[in-house]
């Protein structure tokens, strides 16, 4: 797979934008993220999350998107591989989500998302970073494959590679149940047969920001959606 073209750029314009999230001029992403999504701070800092104040205050490398908004960095290895920029506010019609050239980064198609302290030994399979942080905030390994589409054959076999048990937890709406059972089929014909949790509106984060308990909630969710046949799964109930 090709490389990173400026892997120094990329990660020096990644840390200082994890830097500037805890500065007083990174405070109105740093709301969005902990005050709007509910990603709480230890693992914004754990995962190197940051924060773009746009082109004229952001050095990046070419091929970096040009933006203000949330930096998402995948991390492999412990360096830098690619990042996203999340947008908090896009205008009608723009794409929440912006991503590198390719050819400055080939796209990974899943990031990874650690908690501060982990509780559990599965991994959360998302669609998103975000739906990703938020299975890492209630203490799972989390994976999230960064756009519903890519739930194919390159991505199967990287989930596939990993030993923990492995629990897709994809959108509601009708892209995220077709890639999370495209998804099962090819996991079951590498020999690995996930659990499906079926969220009953939304997505994993929006299921978070509802809960009183979110660990709680989404162990429960877990070991109930265990419980039945896996390519069945059970819902996130409220």
């Not at 794409?95 to 650690?114: E, F, G, I, K, Q």
Request: charged share 25%; hydrophobic share 40%.
């Amino acid at each position: 797979n090709r490389a990173c073209r400026d892997p120094g750029g990329l990660g020096r314009c990644v840390d200082e934008c994890a830097g500037r999230l805890w500065k007083p001029e990174g405070r109105a992403i740093r709301r969005w993220l902990t005050n709007v999504r509910g990603i709480p701070a230890d693992v914004l800092d754990a995962n190197r999350i940051g924060a773009d104040l746009g082109a004229r205050r952001q050095e990046r490398p070419d091929g970096m998107p040009r933006a203000l908004g949330a930096v998402l960095p995948t991390i492999a290895q412990g360096e830098v591989t690619y990042a996203q920029i999340r947008v908090p506010h896009p205008d009608p019609g723009r794409p929440r989500y912006l991503n590198p050239t390719s050819d400055l980064a080939p796209n990974p198609r899943v990031t990874r998302m650690r908690p501060v302290d982990c509780r559990r030994p599965e991994v959360i399979v998302t669609e998103g970073a975000i739906d990703a942080l938020s299975a890492a905030t209630a203490g799972y390994r989390a994976v999230g494959v960064l756009s519903a589409a890519y739930g194919d054959e390159a991505v199967a076999a990287a989930l596939a590679r990993l030993r923990q048990p492995l629990i897709l937890a994809f959108d509601a709406d009708e892209a995220g149940q077709a890639a999370s059972a495209r998804l099962t089929a090819l996991l079951e014909v590498r020999g690995r047969t996930p659990v499906r949790l079926e969220i009953r509106e939304g997505d994993l984060n929006d299921a978070m920001r509802r809960s009183d308990d979110w660990p709680a909630r989404l162990d429960h969710a877990v070991e109930h959606a265990s419980s039945f046949h896996p390519s069945v799964g059970a819902g996130l109930e409220r």
